[in-house]
């Protein structure tokens, strides 16, 4: 079945420092991607939609890439916030029915002032 | 103003009593969903909903059901609940299935 996994549990940075969270996915199709963000206290939103027509999606200062050869699909920005702190969610579109999503276990990001 | 509301946002029950999570959705969403979040598990679907009287099973039904009355309400019921369903509940709803718009989430303690 389709599955997205993300290794780093937890990142820590300091401010304007350059942020990479890893994910790779599996799946049967040409998947379409997105990053979630959780900020502390509230749900799951969506961040950046990615799909294999465009390869690239921009959102907030975000920017992912969806690498085919490599089934990645990276979340980067150059220069983070105190204001960045969340779980990053790499999430996948169930191929089989495309009715609901899959998502990774998440990274925590912790911005240090 | 696009919005899903949960209520309560917090609970505590003892094992074996009845759990009643409650979502609201102002946006006319057809699809509506129930997940649970868990330290180091991430999101994991309980149940989708179609619409009215129309639901799914998602990865981990078991010990829940769910009732859609009006579309823009779903409970998430649990009967007898146990210490292992200790856990954040999250309700969500999508227009297109890839941007869900989440509630706050309910935090429900089983003791």
């Known amino acids: 079945g389709d599955s997205v996994t993300q290794m780093q549990g937890q990142v820590t940075l300091s401010e304007d420092d350059f942020l990479f969270i890893n994910c790779t996915y599996s799946?049967?199709?040409?998947?379409?991607l997105f990053w979630y963000v959780q900020y502390p206290g509230e749900g799951p939103q969506l961040l950046l939609k990615?799909?294999?027509?465009?390869n690239k999606g921009i959102s907030r200062g975000f920017e992912a890439t969806y690498d085919k050869r490599t089934t990645s699909f990276h979340l980067q920005k150059a220069s983070v916030q105190e204001s960045d702190s969340a779980v990053y969610y790499c999430v996948l579109e169930n191929t089989g029915g495309a009715d609901r999503l899959t998502f990774g276990k998440g990274t925590q990001l912790i911005i240090q002032p | 103003d696009m919005k899903v509301t949960q209520m309560p946002r917090y609970l505590i029950k003892r094992m074996g009593e009845n759990v009643l999570l409650e979502c609201g959705q102002d946006m006319s969403h057809e699809t509506m969903y129930w997940y649970r979040q868990d330290p180091g598990l991430g999101l994991q679907l309980i149940y989708i909903?179609?619409?009215?009287?129309?639901?799914s099973e998602g990865d981990i039904p078991k010990g829940y059901r769910v009732s859609r009355k009006k579309r823009e309400h779903f409970s998430l019921i649990l009967d007898s609940a146990k210490t292992n369903q200790t856990s954040v509940y999250f309700c969500?709803?999508?227009?297109?299935?890839?941007?869900?718009?989440f509630g706050p989430g309910t935090r429900l303690t089983v003791l």
């Open positions: 799946t049967t199709w040409y998947p379409t």
């Open positions: 990615v799909t294999t027509a465009n």
């Open positions: 969500a709803s999508s227009l297109w299935v890839y941007e869900q718009y």
């Open positions: 909903s179609y619409d009215v009287d129309s639901n």
